[in-house]
């Protein structure tokens, strides 16, 4: 049997030709959002064929130590799409990808073909956009309590954009940056969000107007105000009281002689609610800053979350007798990647991935296979597992209970869906398993491939 390609082999080159042969039929405009089911479709069946094509050759009873790794397929034209979806929406908006949600380097390629600017926290994150040859003027760095050597680093390379909220951090952009362009961020109501981020920055109103006069009295470049309503965000309602907020702001600026420029309304949005927020946020905007008020966002996992898709082997099994009914087994499955590596989701954005059958012994599953969570749909034919990952911890559990009608063993594969945000960024080494997951990139836009060459 032939050796399945290795983790240096670079996917791109290998499943290029998938992605040319099929993505032609999609232009730009036919492509936008939810109502592009055609496309939605050619895409799953797109990275179900990457799927396959990448395990189809490997043997786990001759492989090498790891060629049975978990890995990604990620397709660009996911990415593309929801970069249309968002100019339609928001058209008002100028997205600056959030790059702590998933610093993939062809996410990152992609969004500066497409022209978008980039919410960096690090010097890393500066520098890998700068790498690219993005200009400095399309970087925020969205970081309100930074590093001092990093901000050197900054007013270096010409990144001027930069968030504060609080007296202290401006003493320190006097020191070290005194031209920089200071967003101040500002508080919200977060509560109804997937991660609260106002419980650790954002001034609150009654404080903004201290720190505006302080920045006057240092001679500090005030440009504007950012907020944040909270990542993974549900309550379309928080952006109306937010650019509220971002309103009264503009106004006691105003009142001290700072004529602000720009409003950054952060990220939080969700594939499955944006329409809803984007409308309440365009017709805020629209009510409340005029036309020459720049207004730019910070969007993470709305651009990545659903393009990304892992595949993971069973690499053991745990038998479990049911001590009531012998014929009723139930079964504890170990995978190779779980909570501490690219499941660290669960932990830290408080995600419920869900496991779908890829492959059982020689057969792989069609892709339009149904979803088997159904208890009463399956009735007695499914078989209850429960999904762990493959360190010695006990934390390290997938899902608890999960019923499907296939009998699953070792060596077969399962693959988890929108697994792009706040995955692979926050992975760690423990237990000496391997973060260093490979992606297979495919695109199932003819408007992605060309920007990126596939
Ligand atoms: C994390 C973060 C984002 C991205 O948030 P999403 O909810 O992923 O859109 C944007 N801006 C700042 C300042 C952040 O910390």
Known sequence: MVMAPSATTTAIEEYAFLSLKTSTPYTEGA????????GVEVAKKMIHEALKNRIHNIDQDTCEAGDEDAFFVADM???????????????????????????????LRLLAALGT???CASKAEIEQVLRMGVDPSRIIYAQPCKTKSYVRYAAKEGVKQMTFDNSDELYKIKELFPDAEL??????????????????????????????????????????????????????????????DARFVFDQAAELGYTLKTLDVGGGFVGETFED???????????????????????????????????????????????????????????????YGNFSSIMF???HPFPQALKVGPRFLPSA???????????????????????????????E?????????????????????????????FNGFTNAHDTVYVSSEAGASSLLGY
């Not at 034209?77 to 008002?92: E, F, T």
């Not at 979803?371 to 899902?399: F, H, K, L, M, Q």
């Not at 063993?409 to 760690?428: H, I, N, P, Q, R």
Request: glycine fraction near 8%; charge should be negative.
């Open 277 to 339: 927020m984007a409308a309440v946020l365009s017709s805020a905007l629209d009510e409340y800053f005029p036309p020459s008020v720049r207004i730019i966002g910070e969007p993470g996992r709305y651009y990545v979350a659903s393009a990304f898709t892992i595949a993971c082997n069973v690499i053991a099994r745990r038998t479990v007798e049911d001590p009531e009914s012998r014929a009723k087994k139930s079964y504890m499955l170990y995978l190779n990647d779980g909570v």
């Open 31 to 38: 492509t936008i959002g939810k109502e592009n089911h055609d």
């Open 117 to 119: 600017g980039f919410d």
């Open 183 to 244: 967003f101040l961020r500002i508080l919200t109501d977060d509560s109804a969000s997937l991660c609260r981020l106002s419980l650790k920055f954002g001034a609150s109103l009654d404080t903004t107007g201290e720190l505006l006069r302080l920045s006057k009295e240092l001679g500090l470049n005030v440009v504007g105000v950012a907020f944040h309503v909270g990542s993974g965000a549900s309550d379309p309602a928080a952006f109306l009281r937010a650019v509220q």
């Open 401 to 429: 209970s999960w019923r499907c009608e296939e009998t699953l063993d070792v060596g077969d594969w399962l693959y988890f869906e929108d697994m792009g945000a706040y995955t692979k960024c926050s992975a760690t080494r």
């Open 349 to 351: 954005d408080h995600q």
């Open 77 to 107: 034209g996911d990415v593309y799409r929801q970069h249309l979806r968002w100019k339609k929406n928001l058209r008002r908006v100028k997205p600056h990808y959030a790059v702590k949600c998933n610093p993939d380097p062809q996410v």
């Open 369 to 399: 296979s149904p979803r088997c969570e159904d208890e009463d749909e399956n009735g007695e034919r499914a078989i209850e597992y429960s999904v762990w990952g493959p360190t010695c911890d006990g934390i390290d559990c997938i899902a």
